[in-house]
Structures are given as C-alpha cells and as structure tokens.
C-alpha cells in the first residue's frame, strides 16, 4: 500500500491539494546571540621566532670586532696627539655603541644608569640612548599599525603624531589621538631588531666557546649566562606578553597594593599585537629630567618641578615603596627600571612603564632576601653569608664551607661601609652594589652559574638604588625596607588572619556537616537492618561489644586522671599547710577549666571512635 504523504488510510478524510497548503512562516523569536560554528579559530599561543642565516651573524661578528678595535684604535690615536680625556672617550664609546646597534645599544643603556661604578662623564653620554636613539621611518611605523588592526592607520587614529616621543633601541613610541578623542602612546617595535639580535645571540655564542675551548673558563660555564642573556632580550621583544605584565601590574597596584601613588597605563588590547603595542598616554616629567635638572640645577626642570608639584625625596620613597612590595609581595617585578622607563605626574604620582623584562621568586628566595636585609641591618655578615647561598642554589658540588667564609669576609667589608655616618661617604658609597657585586664575585670565584632571576633581581635593584640616592643623598634603603616591613607587614598580618579565621569558620563548619551526615548514614543504616528480613547479628553484636569496650577505655581513663589531679590537689595543699577535705579536693578538681578540657578531649575523641565503627559498612565474607 502506497503510504505516501498524499495517501491517507482514513476512505473519508480529504487530501491537501497542495505542499503549499501545510508550508508557511509562523511567527518566532529572532535570536540576540548568534552562533559561533565550527568555522570559528582557536585562539593560539605562539612564540615570536626570529631567525638570522650565517652570513648576517658573520657580518655582526665584523662588526663586534669593529667596535672593539674602533675603541682601542681611538682611545690610542687620542694619547698619541695629546687630546686623551673622559669626555672624548664618553662620546666615543656612545657613537661607537649606538651605531652597532642591537645588543650593544640595550648595554649601553644599562651602562647609563651605574654612576657608582663609571665616571660621571660616561653616565652623561651614554644616557642619550635611553630614548633619544635614532627612529626608524614613519611609513614603516604605519605599516605595523595596519597590520596589527587590520585597517587603514587613519581609520584608527584621528591624529597620529609623526615626531615620536620616545626612540629606544627596540622601538619607538608615538602620541596619538584615537577616533574617541582618548590620547595613547604607540609602541612600535623596529622592524629587523628580532633579526639582528639572534645575530648577535649567534655571535656571542661564537666567541664564548672560543672562550671556553682555549680554557681561559671551564667548559659549559657560560652556557646558562649566554642562554638567560638571550631570553630576556628577546622577552623584551613581546609586546603581548608586556601588554599583560603591564594590564596586571596597573589592576594589582590599585587592588592588592593599596595604593595610588604608582601605577602603569592602561592597554588597548583591542589595537595591539605582537610587534604594535597601543596604552594610554601618561602625562608628567620622565625620572631621568628630574635626575638631570636637580644634579644640573637646571632652572627650567626645576620650575617644572615646582609647577606639578614634584618633590623628589616623596618620590624617591615611592619608587623604593613600589620596588619593596613588587619584589616581595607581587607575582612579578619591574627588572628594567631605567629612568626613561618611570614617569612622575603631578603630586608625585609614580607610573611605570616598559614592561618588557619582569622577574619572579619563589617563597624560599624571598624569604632568602628577607634575611639578607635583617642580617644586614644586625651587622651579621655569616648571616647574609648563609642566607646568599639560597639565591645561588641549586648548588654544585663545592666546598661550602670555604665559600662562606670568602663571603663573610666580603660582606664584613661591606657592612664596614654601611655602618659609617652617611656624612663621611659618598652617596654612591651607600647603594647596594658592593653587596650585590661581591656575590658575584664570589659565585664566579667558584664556578656557581646564577639563575636569571636573581640576576634580573640584581639589576633591578642597582638601577633602583641609584636612582633614589641621585633624587635624594640622605636616604637610607634598609631604612626604608624596615618601615616597609612594618607597614605593609602589618596590613598583610592581619589580613592573614583574617583568612585563617575564615578558613577556621570553614572548616569548622565542615566538621559539623561531616557529623550531620555520619549521623543520617546511622540512621539510614538503622532503617535499612530494621527492614531486612535477614539481620548481620554477628556485626551487629561486634559493634556494639566495641562501643561498650571504648565507653568502658573512657570511663577509666576519666577515673585515672580524676584521681591524679586530685592527689594533686591534696598534696599541692598540705605543703602549703592548708588541708583540705577530700570532697573539697575533688570539687576544686571537677570545677578546674584544665581538667574540663582535658575531660571533654577524651569524650570527644572516644565519640567520634565509636562514630567511625558503627558507621562501617559490614563486608561479607
């Protein structure tokens, strides 16, 4: 029989002429969310990969020698005619430096910031790199922007300013305005410095081996060093990865912190991308013109100052508060704190930028700094000694023994310099890099390779020390930690707690339901052996022989120590010629709180013992 959708089974029903009288629209709700198929990407997380062939690394082998034999060369040809002076030697090695290019620039700017370890004339020179390098041109900056956004730049920005603010060695920064009217700052990274760094990765790679095989160094000593050097150049190329370094760092600072005297910018993450980094405009003087108008007593800076409201001492013990809590209370810290890296707005507002490089530690490194500063402070140099070995491990086989006493002896010197009045030393006297350069010392003395972390930590710590001593000569920065400490410690105490409290509350609670439900499976347990026909008397015989053998065990024990403090009490009361009644003896005893806590443990213990056996479920043989 045919069954067709036009064949009915019923003789009288009547069949539709058409498929047009059963199809037609019925009213629906249109959808608010649409879909997402199957055609939709993942998000993927890549690393950047920059590549340099042979023949680009063999050309920046030439250059490297370049620049040393340009650096010989010059300072030689100088003595020669009588014109040998810091100053020349200053200009010489910034040019010599900037026009290499690559790695030598990001030394350079390093070199800029460590008045306590070269000549002032140097300092000078060298710190026109830290954002007045070269920039790259402007038509290649709009290309990186319409290839992150994927549109027109003008499309983008309502103003795009062409002169850029900042020129470093990795990139440029741009003001611009978007179409909303909002001010940014636009990072753009130089186009080729991926390429050129892994050239000189290469490079180094070359001459440290050389190194290596003509044994001036074990062989391998310098493999981790070369291998930390390279990540955290190339971390500084990853402007997502700094982008949420960044965006962290800022929500962190205003949440966890507590305070609003440091910040960082906010990132457009909507316009940024891996070599297009696009934040908000931050407005006030760079640290490094503060630095330059106090110690050059430039009128001009000076008056800036003066109108937004600067003092440089309230900033100096921002910088340090900021530095203290990223290092030991934050996920991460800020490893590049140069000064073209810090901006201070009005009323001394301390906003940080260049996320780039970032350091981490974990509990036991920073508990390891912690006792550095407390050692320090005591004037324990085996102390700094033991606490030092923590930063440096995992260890080697070394004799221990003999390196602490080599560190002592180093630290001894350098308390020798802290423990003098500030009046009869030099400012630069009284950072922290004798400390931190004697462990380095010490470690390369016996062949310890230093994990990057703690070398980052060094750094970091160098430019932080010279920079707040520079706004302000009579500031102490063990002092400072020790307030720090106080402070923030004691915020942190009382939060700590406050979670254990709630964590107590918790848990507390969580015993409770845990009885409740011991409680409901006895019953239930109860119910189920009333309703079976067949019955597990042998079981239920055992547990209840073992609940009258446990009340029996508590009973006793009850006795024994009633017993025991009460002759206690008797014997307490006749050497002090006070006798006492028994009944008395024994009231004194009962209405103890001692012995009611003590009491009321062995209740609860026995309790719970005969709570967990009832509740056992019977295992069939």
């Not at 950047?48 to 690394?57: D, I, N, Q, V, Y």
């Not at 809590?325 to 073209?340: G, I, N, T």
Request: hydrophobic share 45%.
């Amino acid at each position: 029989m045919d069954h067709s959708p036009l064949t009915s089974l019923d003789p009288t029903a009547t069949a539709p002429q058409s498929y047009d009288d059963v199809l037609g629209a019925i009213p629906r709700r249109e959808q608010i969310i649409n879909p997402v198929g199957d055609s939709t990407p993942l998000p993927r997380v890549h690393d950047l990969a920059f590549k340099a062939g042979f023949l680009r690394s063999l050309a920046r082998l030439f250059r490297w020698l370049w620049v040393i034999l340009r650096l010989m060369t010059g300072t030689l040809w100088d003595r020669i005619r009588r014109r040998d002076s810091l100053e020349r030697r200053a200009i010489r090695l910034r040019v010599v430096l900037q026009n290499a290019g690559g790695t030598f620039v990001k030394f350079g700017q390093q070199l800029a910031m460590r008045i306590d370890v070269l000549p002032w004339e140097f300092c000078v020179e060298l710190s026109k790199m830290l954002d007045r390098v070269p920039a790259f041109p402007l038509d290649q900056a709009l290309a990186a922007v319409e290839r992150v956004t994927g549109k027109p730049w003008h499309e983008v920005f309502a103003i795009f300013d062409p002169e850029p603010v900042g020129s470093a060695s990795i990139a440029c920064v741009y003001q611009a305005t978007l179409k909303n009217g909002e001010k940014v700052a636009v990072k753009i990274r130089r186009p080729g410095i991926g390429e050129v760094f892994m050239a000189d990765f290469r490079v180094a790679d070359w001459l440290f081996e050389l190194v290596e095989f003509l044994a001036f160094v074990r062989p391998g000593f310098t493999r981790n060093l070369r291998r930390e050097f390279k990540d955290t150049l190339l971390e500084e190329l990853d402007f997502r990865k700094e982008a949420q370094y960044q965006d962290i760092f800022r929500r962190n600072a205003r949440e966890k912190a507590g305070q609003d005297f440091f910040t960082a910018p906010a990132v457009y993450f909507d316009l940024s991308g891996d070599d297009v980094l696009v934040q908000e405009f931050v407005s006030g003087m760079w640290l490094w013109e503060i630095i330059a108008a106090l110690e050059q007593q430039d009128a001009d800076g000076l008056a800036m100052m003066r109108q937004m409201d600067i003092d440089p001492a309230v900033v100096a013990r921002r910088i340090l508060w900021a530095a203290f809590w990223s290092m030991d209370e934050h996920v991460f810290f800020h490893a590049d704190p140069h000064p073209a890296n810090i901006v201070v707005g009005p009323g001394n507002v301390v906003t940080f930028v260049d996320f780039g490089s970032c350091g981490s530690f974990d509990e036991d490194q920073r508990r390891a700094l912690l006792q550095i500063v407390i050692k320090m402070r005591r004037g324990d140099a085996e102390g700094m000694a033991r606490a030092t070995l923590t930063l440096l491990e995992p260890l080697p086989p070394i004799d221990i023994s003999a390196m602490l006493k080599d560190m002592e002896m180093e630290y001894t010197r350098v308390l020798s310099t802290f423990r003098t009045k500030a009046k009869y030393t030099e400012w630069w006297e009284r950072t922290s890099a004798r400390q931190w350069m004697g462990m380095v010392k010490q470690a390369r003395q016996y062949g310890l390779p230093m994990n990057l972390h703690t070398l980052r930590m060094v750094r970091a710590t160098l430019l932080y020390d010279t920079m707040v001593l520079r706004l302000d000569r009579t500031i102490n920065r063990y002092e400072e930690y020790a307030e720090f400490r106080r402070t923030y410690g004691a915020r942190w105490a009382r939060e700590r707690w406050r979670k254990r409290v709630r964590r107590m509350r918790r848990d507390r609670y969580l015993r409770v339901e845990e009885w409740l439900e011991a409680g409901e499976d006895l019953l239930e347990r109860a119910q189920q052996t009333m309703a079976s026909p067949i019955l597990n008397f042998r079981s239920v015989i055992e547990k209840w022989v073992f609940t009258f053998s446990v009340l029996n065990r508590a009973v006793g024990r009850l006795i024994v120590i009633t017993g025991i403090s009460v002759a206690a009490v008797v014997v307490a009361k006749l050497l002090r010629a006070e006798p006492t009644p028994m009944v008395e003896s024994i009231r004194l005893v009962l209405n103890n709180r001692v012995y009611q806590v003590v009491a009321l443990a062995v209740l609860i213990l026995n309790t719970r013992d005969i709570v967990f056996r009832l509740t056992e479920r019977d295992v069939k043989s």
